[in-house]
């Protein structure tokens, strides 16, 4: 999965989650939620996050998507180029 997909694929994975809660009456543990989540990313952003310190799936989420909007950013600008000096 490319980053551009990510926020989609965390939004069925959320809405599954909400399912699997509705079904059974019981919170997904945390820990796995985790795990699924990391699955889903891109091995760049998988390495980012496994430097951080990020324990629960909240800010492990918004840490991803926030990399995940950057890279996207980062390729829709494209390779910036060095602003050219007068050469008075």
Known sequence: M?????AAAVEQL????????AI???????HA?????????PQAIRAMLQTMEKDGYKESKEYALKQAR???????????????????
């Open 2 to 6: 490319d980053a551009a997909h990510l």
């Open 14 to 21: 959320e809405s599954e989650l909400r399912e699997f809660e």
């Open 24 to 30: 059974t009456g019981k919170k997904p543990d945390e």
């Open 33 to 41: 939620m985790v795990l699924a989540l990391k699955r889903m990313l």
């Open 70 to 88: 950057a890279l996207r950013n980062e390729r829709a600008d494209g390779p910036t180029k060095a602003p050219s000096l007068p050469l008075d």
